[in-house]
């Protein structure tokens, strides 16, 4: 199983960025997707999840700003960034959950300029 992730990349302060992350390979569905992220020299945080059934969940630091979604058919989640800040700058991680098997995806860079 596969995670590709994309749509990093450095933007200013207040704009916007969507991330997505495909899963291929020997997996026919995903019943969790979650977004993390890793800035430099901190431990890794949750970000959001989305279940199967659509149901969300956003982290405090990214509620009102972030919104993830799915499409089941593509086996793909996206991430979309608004009113984006210096301290979203980190590494985002996507993550795939098959009953009790997760799976990741390489990260994708977000850096946010002052």
């Known amino acids: 199983v596969q995670l590709q992730a994309s749509g990093g990349g450095l933007v200013q302060a207040g704009g916007s960025l969507r991330l997505s992350c495909t899963a291929s390979g020997s997996i026919s569905r995903v019943d969790v997707w979650e977004w993390y992220r890793q800035a430099t020299g901190k431990q890794r945080e949750f970000a959001a999840l989305i279940t199967s059934g659509g149901v969300a969940r956003h982290a405090d630091s990214v509620q009102g700003r972030f919104t993830i979604s799915r499409d089941n058919a593509k086996k793909t989640v996206y991430l979309q960034m608004n009113s984006l800040k210096p301290e979203d700058t980190a590494v985002y991680y996507c993550?795939?959950?098959?009953?009790?098997?997760?799976?990741w995806g390489q990260g994708t860079v977000v850096t946010v300029s002052s």
């Open positions: 993550a795939a959950r098959l009953r009790a098997t997760t799976y």
